[in-house]
């Protein structure tokens, strides 16, 4: 599965990358030490790995962020 996430944090010195797994962290009540971003680094293509929350438990956690959001 994919998701497309916009950040206001710029790409530089990780500072996207962090952004994106404290927001992951927040929204699926994840603990930091268990978000993990496996490749992208460097990328605008990332692959998260967040341990111990399921696929749809993540996916459901994002529609009700968003939805709130809108």
Do not use: H, M, T
């Amino acid at each position: 599965d994919a998701l497309d996430v916009r950040l206001a944090a710029p790409p530089r010195d990780g500072e996207a990358n962090a952004e994106l797994c404290r927001f992951l962290c927040e929204v699926v009540g994840a603990r930091k030490r268990d978000v993990e971003l496996l490749r992208g680094a460097a990328s605008r293509d990332k692959s998260v790995k967040i341990v111990g929350v399921s696929a749809a438990a993540v996916s459901a956690a994002l529609r009700a962020r968003f939805a709130a959001d809108a």
